[in-house]
């Protein structure tokens, strides 16, 4: 016999009353709040409105209610009806500068030893190879080691995971003179592998020709897989924890620094992963772009043959026995069409809504459109206009993020922010 369970719906007075009695479920009350808000956000009465720009020389970048500008050094809190500042960095020289940062943060169930490691913090590498955790709240810096004075470090990367960082060095390339007086560079790049929460050094690995063979373009790390990318189009994977071997401590004396304390000026982090033979190679593939992903349960991958006929599809293996599974192709309409074309996708994660963006027009400058769909069942659940013109041959980032649409534009050398937030509105319909 089957039961059928009446939907109950709860509403925000209930909600605060249960609340205000110490009800301890913080989860379900969570669901509940962003239920509410999703409710309000399509209520008929209501639409999003721009509010408020800011343009920059610098990139404009956008992470979890807040948007930094001037390269890292002024941030902007979104959670107010309209942006505001939360702090503003002394200008920092040519070596401080940043030249990558990652947002860090995530809920613990222990406890650490300093109060600032369970609150969320910004990683930032400068341009003189020092990592640097400052608060998101105040800018403040918290903690700062140095890498190395041998190499110079330029980029940050996830292991969401495994709960690790990785720090990646430029490519030492040989220029042609180097090769004329037989100068070679064995060490392609370096990378330097932390674990967050706290912050603490893994270890730091030399990418080498003798070891991993010639023609490395790209290195990075993902769920404790070392992914080294060829300029043949080939990606092989490595097992990190197949080739870790001696262990660091942040802050203390290793031999292999002569004593001297690991992460200080200038002695940096030695390499303590010291590799001469290959490592086994866990898996392979040749992909267009040299971009494979990895992820779900059962492990999947997803690609792009290289083949000319599969350009505009993406490939989805089985990682067990690369078994094709699905194949997902992206189908382009030309404007004489229909006069509108699919430009991107966003995801709101916690409303479980995809937002598409759509432009209409002739090439060029145009107009924009967002369709903001259930991801459930894709059902359109409404359409924001966007006020701003939508050039194509410039580039664009969006943003949805609950009740805000951020859209970060690029034009020449000038970088635009526009910000939206929903609103009841009455009478004539208000665009962005």
Same mark, same amino acid.
């Given at each position: /016999?089957?039961?059928?369970r009446?939907?109950?719906?709860?509403?925000?007075?209930?909600?605060?009353?249960?609340?205000?009695?110490?009800?301890s479920?913080?989860?379900?009350?969570? !669901?509940?709040?962003?239920?509410?808000? !999703? +409710?309000?956000?399509?209520?008929?009465?209501?639409?999003?409105?721009k509010?408020?720009?800011?343009?920059?020389?610098?990139?404009?970048?956008?992470?979890?209610?807040?948007?930094?500008?001037?390269?890292?050094?002024?941030?902007y809190?979104?959670?107010?009806?309209?942006?505001?500042?939360?702090?503003?960095?002394?200008?920092?020289?040519?070596?401080?500068?940043?030249?990558?940062?990652?947002?860090?943060?995530?809920?613990?169930?222990? +406890?650490? +030893?300093?109060?600032?490691?369970?609150?969320?913090?910004?990683?930032?590498?400068? @341009?003189?190879?020092?990592?640097?955790?400052?608060?998101?709240?105040?800018?403040?810096?918290?903690?700062?080691?140095?890498?190395?004075?041998?190499q110079?470090?330029?980029?940050?990367?996830?292991?969401? @995971?495994? =709960?690790?960082?990785?720090?990646?060095?430029?490519?030492?390339?040989?220029?042609?003179?180097?090769?004329?007086?037989?100068?070679?560079?064995?060490?392609?790049?370096?990378?330097?592998?932390?674990?967050?929460?706290?912050?603490?050094?893994?270890g730091?690995?030399?990418?080498?020709?003798?070891?991993?063979?010639?023609?490395?373009?790209?290195?990075?790390?993902?769920?404790?897989?070392?992914?080294?990318?060829?300029?043949?189009k080939s990606?092989? /994977?490595?097992?990190?924890?197949?080739?870790?071997? !001696?262990?660091?401590t942040?802050?203390?004396?290793?031999?292999?620094?002569?004593?001297?304390?690991?992460?200080?000026?200038?002695?940096?982090?030695?390499?303590?992963?010291?590799?001469?033979?290959?490592?086994?190679?866990?898996?392979?593939?040749?992909?267009?772009?040299?971009?494979?992903?990895?992820?779900?349960?059962?492990?999947?991958?997803?690609?792009?043959?290289?083949?000319?006929?599969h350009?505009?599809?993406?490939?989805?293996?089985?990682?067990?026995?690369?078994?094709?599974?699905?194949?997902?192709?992206?189908?382009?309409?030309?404007?004489?069409l229909?006069?509108q074309?699919?430009?991107?996708v966003?995801?709101e994660?916690?409303?479980?809504?995809?937002?598409?963006?759509?432009t209409?027009?002739?090439?060029g400058?145009?107009? @924009?459109?967002?369709?903001?769909?259930?991801?459930?069942?894709?059902?359109?659940?409404?359409t924001?206009?966007? @006020?701003?013109?939508?050039? =194509?041959?410039y580039?664009?980032?969006?943003?949805?993020?609950k009740?805000?649409?951020i859209?970060?534009?690029?034009?020449?050398?000038?970088f635009?922010?526009?910000?939206?937030?929903?609103t009841?509105?009455?009478?004539?319909?208000?665009?962005?």
């Open positions: /016999m089957a039961l059928h009446r939907k109950r719906t709860v509403n925000a007075t209930e909600l605060l009353n249960r609340r205000s009695r110490g009800l479920d913080a989860g379900t009350i969570n !669901r509940h709040n962003l239920k509410l808000l !999703r +409710a309000l956000i399509f209520q008929e009465n209501r639409t999003f409105i509010v408020w720009s800011k343009t920059s020389k610098c990139t404009i970048m956008y992470e979890n209610g807040k948007i930094y500008f001037e390269n890292y050094e002024n941030c809190s979104s959670v107010h009806s309209v942006p505001r500042v939360l702090y503003k960095l002394p200008r920092r020289s040519k070596l401080e500068k940043f030249e990558d940062a990652l947002l860090c943060q995530s809920p613990l169930g222990e +406890a650490l +030893a300093s109060p600032s490691d369970h609150k969320p913090s910004l990683l930032a590498l400068t @341009a003189s190879s020092w990592l640097c955790r400052l608060s998101t709240e105040t800018g403040e810096e918290l903690q700062r080691v140095y890498l190395s004075s041998n110079k470090f330029r980029y940050l990367g996830w292991d969401v @995971a495994r =709960e690790m960082l990785y720090v990646k060095s430029v490519q030492n390339k040989e220029t042609p003179l180097a090769r004329q007086a037989g100068i070679t560079h064995n060490t392609v790049m370096q990378l330097a592998i932390f674990h967050v929460f706290p912050l603490q050094i893994i730091v690995l030399d990418i080498k020709k003798g070891v991993f063979g010639n023609g490395v373009t790209d290195v990075g790390l993902s769920q404790c897989v070392i992914v080294v990318s060829y300029s043949n990606v092989k /994977m490595y097992s990190f924890e197949h080739i870790l071997q !001696r262990k660091l942040l802050g203390k004396q290793s031999s292999l620094l002569g004593g001297k304390i690991v992460g200080d000026f200038p002695f940096g982090i030695p390499v303590n992963i010291q590799i001469t033979d290959c490592p086994p190679v866990l898996f392979e593939v040749s992909c267009c772009n040299n971009s494979v992903q990895i992820g779900g349960y059962p492990w999947h991958y997803i690609y792009t043959p290289l083949h000319k006929n350009k505009g599809t993406h490939h989805i293996c089985s990682l067990k026995d690369t078994s094709l599974e699905s194949v997902l192709r992206g189908v382009h309409i030309t404007e004489h229909i006069l074309t699919f430009r991107m966003e995801y994660d916690e409303l479980d809504i995809l937002a598409v963006v759509v209409k027009g002739e090439e400058e145009g107009r @924009a459109q967002i369709r903001l769909h259930d991801n459930q069942s894709g059902q359109l659940l409404r924001v206009d966007l @006020a701003e013109p939508w050039d =194509e041959t580039r664009h980032e969006l943003f949805f993020d009740d805000t649409i859209h970060v534009e690029q034009k020449n050398t000038t635009c922010c526009h910000w939206c937030t929903w009841c509105v009455t009478g004539e319909k208000k665009v962005l």
